[in-house]
């Protein structure tokens, strides 16, 4: 990582610190450089304005002096064309195109030279993604997830048998290349997956979730996570 794009990305992390601050090791870790190194970008940050504070001792660390604010967050060439790649990647997620939507935004208040040179980067990228769900299933999916309401769909099981079911939607995952919607179906009063792609109809109804939670679904594999996750705090001294 260049020397510019760590001092982008270590503003990021200051900035989602706030006032609870982070060690100087733990960025070092982070970046995989020195903490020597860390310390003099630090130091580069708070010469070009951003309101560094450094608290010594357990407990102490970095952060951003409270009730302040710092410029609009700014993206590197690479870092602008990885948030594209990944969105073009998987047109079937959940609320991609409210990501698409997002990324687009980023792309245009880039300053002049980035934008040229990320839309360059771009080009270099080639994606052949496969045709996602129908879109107004996945909308009624998507808002039945986001205000945990129950979603009623037709569902074609492996061998061809189609059901009408109520699910309230507990989770998305993707797996082996597909996405499923994890629920409660209220017709097998059990957990259920239900590909995506089997489903035909989905309409969002009036009836509020009865409470299932991720807990109820057991364990993720190995290598599953969450889409995103805050990073445990730090109390060491910096």
Not at 25 to 51: C, H, I, M, Q, Y
Not at 80 to 107: E, F, H, T
Not at 135 to 156: F, G, K, N, T
């Amino acid at each position: 990582m260049k020397r510019a794009e760590r001092l982008h990305a270590l503003t990021e992390e200051l900035r989602r610190a706030g006032t609870r601050g982070v060690t100087a090791e733990r960025l070092a870790r982070d970046f995989a450089v020195s903490v020597r190194t860390v310390k003099r970008d630090l130091a580069a940050l708070e010469a070009g304005g951003a309101p560094v504070w450094s608290r010594p001792g357990p407990g102490g660390g970095y952060g951003l002096a409270a009730g302040s604010t710092l410029p609009p967050i700014s993206f590197s060439p690479a870092q602008a064309v990885s948030l594209l790649a990944a969105v073009a990647a998987a047109p079937d997620a959940p609320y991609s195109d409210l990501a698409a939507a997002g990324v687009r935004k980023i792309v245009d208040v880039l300053d002049p030279r980035t934008r040229v040179r990320a839309e360059a980067l771009a080009g270099r990228i080639w994606i052949d993604a496969p045709p996602p769900a129908s879109r107004a299933i996945r909308s009624a999916l998507e808002e039945a997830m986001a205000d945990q309401r129950v979603v009623r769909i037709r569902y074609v099981s492996g061998d061809g048998a189609p059901t009408v079911r109520d699910v309230e939607p507990v989770l998305f995952a993707s797996t082996n290349g597909r996405w499923y919607l994890i629920g409660w179906c209220r017709l097998r009063d059990a957990m259920r997956w239900f590909s995506v792609s089997r489903i035909e109809r989905a309409t969002v109804t009036g009836a509020a979730c009865s409470g299932h939670t991720v807990a109820e679904v057991g364990e993720p594999p190995p290598h599953a996570r969450p889409v995103y996750r805050e990073r445990p705090e730090t109390t060491a001294a910096g």
